[in-house]
């Protein structure tokens, strides 16, 4: 890992820290009070602030995850150096098509 | 602890086994004085490294009893209270016979974190005043009694994961440097540790600081390594 890649994963895993517990707080929120599907989609559907606030919490997983990945690729399996970058960059990208799909089922109108 | 000490000691290279031998116990012995025993009683083909004997010169580290360490200021007392002791050269580098590793690589990496003074005046300058309390000062002294031993790049885990990892010592040695206030190196040494393999391939294990015979801790500076570097690229002084 180099300066940059460290800068971005240092980066996101700051913004990720909030995100994450207003995440775990919402789960908890919904399954307390018994939301069902239709409940939790009648608030996210249309909303601006909802869909920005998954959507960047997916984009920084996404980066943050497929930095780690990299690393770990690189030093615990036998991938050659040249098809650590792509490997990683291909995980970061599936993150993100599953991730912004769910983002997009629950915040289009 | 009995009379005889059942020593096992790697014999041969890269490929190699593990040969036993029957070394006397002797009072306030240290490893090194069984490797040394054995040379020259029981096998003098047995090839090691030694020189001071008493902790200055960082020559005669290896593995003893699954642990780099010093042999020389190791008791065997502290380490073999079952009167066995296996002991191999250390690990991470190449093995040239024995119990002696190839160090060329850690010292090649040492220069590899620019870990050469770089000096900024003359000698018809004057001489720079260091107050010994100033911060630069006191971060430079946490880790300037390093005697480049290797043991703490034996026991580093990303070392061994990452062959390109300059390690603990060359980059506690660079942290002494960046904190020298004389020292006019200093954007070529971040820029040097900011590439791949250098101080943020650290996963802050700790084997370094665990394990290092002069209780210093290159994991912190490596993590000021990690701090003054990020800040350095933010401000656009390095390029990766």
Redo the contacts between chains.
Sequence with gaps: MNVRLYVWQRATAVLLLPLLLLHLLVIFYASRKGLSAADILARTRGSVAWALYYGVFVAAICVHASIGVRTVLAEWTPLPARAVNPAAILFGVLLAMLGFRAVIAVVLP | MAATLQVSLWRGGTEGRYVDYDVPVRQSQTVLDVVTFVQRHLDSTLSYRFACRVGMCGSCAMTVNGRPRWTCRTHVSKVAADGRLQIGPLENLPVIKDLAADMRQFFEKWQGAKGRFAPSKTRSDPIERILPDSAPRLAANAGIECINCGVCYAACD?VR??PEYLGPAALNRAWTLVNDVRDAGNIERLTAI???G?C??CHSHQSCQEHCPLALNPTASIAGL?RR??QA??RGE?K?
């Design positions: 990303t994961w990452n900011s590439a791949s250098g943020h391939a990690k570097t990020a690229y933010l390095i990766p």
